[in-house]
């Protein structure tokens, strides 16, 4: 714990220098301190993904951002120290229950995170994108190795930038920083509603974000982008309504800028772009003049996203097929292609594709609502959410932003049930939605408080006490929780819950190591580059006919699929 929130002093000291130069950049003159803080994330994703185009995020890199932060420090110091006391002001001016929730919060984020990481795509591709981008930088043809690989996300980019792996092996809590965050924000709103400061039901729904601190906990343990979209489509919706109400400069850029942001981190966030696009047109004697800066901000994150995927994945469109004249020689098989191509939309709704070729519209939707848990159970809360916001919003919050936000959310619904639709890709609506609702219920400042602290203890329980998630889903690998030792209380736990032991395998030019003890198809741990699984490397040598391949001596060359007989 100890080890993290030295890191975490770290990165709040790079970001907030890094986004009071975005601030000024943007020509802001007023700033929102947590917004400033996500501006520093995204900036400093954008140095560091241009950054690992041809070199490592290592020593060097590492050396050049404290450079470039200090320089920046220096020419800004009084905008810093300005930011600074506003953030300090505004922590001291919260009602005493808001100041020790965030004390207890804080604690429980940081053991939550020093314990053992829980969700499995860590320990199937998050450790091995981030040790990539550490040792390498971006490599060539890496979807060849394994295919989650190809989607390095620009949040996995920035944990490369913030672990400092040179000197330990043990910082991958971004997320929980992010979320650490998010409950600030949304306490900040909470006191402004309960001391009548700013008494709007807006601000009493936004400011209930932290009751959702149950479900979010488990998941802060490992870097997961779904959690860092979450956040941050909490804040940009909020802001767009601000905004669309009221134009100012700062929410408006503070709505532009984080839609780039989520659009990085992963493509399903696209969708947010909407939100900046209605309120450029709408308040478009005031928008266009930003429209250069939003240009070049724009134009930075589609070049390195287009520049990623293509030294990743050989395909300007992955994870979608895309144009086969655009690929590049290292780009994976056609048959590897089309097979997951094939398999992404059937997933969604829990269905094989042979099965789902052959069942019906409604067939696939009874599939959808009665999947597994928790993927079910979201299904239907989104599914009813769809059909009764139209009234509570008429009734309740009857303005144009509200419309236009669930307008935006049925749109996000048609896109995923014509691609994979799962239920992380529309949880930012779901969490919208019910912090609506949950404001119509919870209006007393007691009541409050008691919602806070039950929700809080929930979200601790886990962690303290053995609990059997059987019940709630079928994944073997998600059955128990994460529970903390007091030994993390200055160490946290390794990255991987696995063990390190892996055996090597020789193929023609090529050495590969496997790991021993992860029992999963994907599964590859914490072990030494390049990682594959052998049950992945036998099923595609036995169906696709293919073995990954180096190709040079030099692993910052990359790989490609050779075709075996």
Known sequence: MLFILISWLYILATSSVIGITV?????LQKQDVVITLFFGFFGVSLITGFWAIPLAINLNFYSALFIIV?????????QLVNYWKQFIAEILVLHSFFKGFLVIISVLILAQCASPPFIV????YYIQTIKWLNEYGLVHGLVNLHPFLGQTSGWHILQSAFNFSFIYNGFNDLSGLALLLGNVYGI????????KKEKSKLNLAFGLFPLWNVFFFQFISAPSPDVAIYVLSFILIHQFIVCYSNYTKHSFLAVAMLALFISFIKLTGLVFCLFPLILYKRYYIYTRASTSILVLFGSLTLLLFAVKNLILSGNLLFPFQGIDSLKAAWCLPHSIETYFANYMQPYGYHLSPEAYEKASIAFRLKTWLFAPLPHGLFNIVMIGFLVIIPFVIRKFFNTKAFWIIYGIAILN???LFFSSPQYRFFFPFILGFSLLIASLVVMHKNSIKVLLVTCTLLAAIPMFFQINNRHLTKNKHHATSSQFSLEYLIHPHENSKYSKAYTTIKLGETTLYTPTHVDF??????IPLPALN??????FKTYFKVIPQQRTNDLKDGFISKKIE
């Open 534 to 539: 052998k049950a992945q490397l036998d099923y």
């Open 188 to 195: 900040f709103k909470l006191n402004a509603f309960v001391t």
């Open 70 to 78: 200090l320089v920046l420090g220096l020419l800004n110091r009084k």
């Open 121 to 124: 795509d860590n320990e199937s």
């Open 413 to 415: 619904m048609i896109a």
């Open 23 to 27: 601030n000024r950049v943007l020509q």
């Open 521 to 526: 198809f994907w599964g590859t741990g914490d």
